[in-house]
């Protein structure tokens, strides 16, 4: 009879535990994935301008002023989602956002900007994805926030909304003025 009941026992003491973790992290927010980066120099780059592939740019070339470096394909649902919000912060002047078009083809990155817009005041292509794994990049949209000193202050994964620009954009900026 034991031997019966023991698969149901062990099933319903492994439903038990699956539901206290579940609670455990609701409410969280899961795009709030913490990065090894976050306090550190932003990794090195070089990569080549969207339209342009002969002009390569750096993490050098960006030191003097905080930006928001925002991941991005013409792949990317969610991109799509946040290209507004995006769009409004870079408009608003508050910080020169990067576009870092990631694992994408050229052709389909412009024609993609083209129909919705060009927020960004540069473009980086990612065509293969290796400078990704430096900076711990492994989807789309992701953005991180890095300060005058090339310093990463700023990481979220997911589509950013005017909530998260409220939040914990704007609080993570102004730390930097």
């Excluded at 002009?55 to 946040?82: F, M, T």
């Excluded at 993609?112 to 473009?123: A, E, H, K, R, T």
């Excluded at 430096?134 to 989807?139: E, H, R």
């Excluded at 954009?169 to 930097?176: C, I, N, Q, Y």
Aim: aromatic share 10%.
């Amino acid at each position: 009879m034991i031997k019966r009941l023991l698969p149901l026992l062990a099933f319903a003491l492994l439903a038990v535990l699956l539901g206290l973790g579940v609670l455990r992290n609701s409410g969280k927010d899961t795009s709030a994935i913490p990065s090894p980066l976050v306090g550190k120099p932003a990794p090195a780059f070089s990569l080549p301008v969207l339209g342009e592939p002969d002009r390569l740019v750096s993490n050098e070339d960006l030191l003097g002023e905080p930006y928001l470096l925002n991941v991005w394909g013409s792949w990317c649902p969610a991109c799509r989602d946040e290209h507004p919000v995006i769009t409004e912060l870079a408009q608003s002047g508050r910080i020169k956002v990067v576009g870092y078009d990631y694992k994408d083809e050229p052709e389909d990155a412009q024609r993609w900007l083209q129909q919705f817009g060009n927020p960004y005041s540069l473009v980086i292509t990612d065509y293969d994805g290796r400078a990704a794994l430096d900076w711990g990049i492994y989807g789309a949209p992701e953005t991180f926030l890095v300060d005058a000193q090339g310093v990463i202050r700023w990481k979220f994964v997911g589509p950013i909304t005017p909530e998260v620009v409220q939040q914990q954009l704007l609080p993570a900026l102004e730390t930097l003025e």
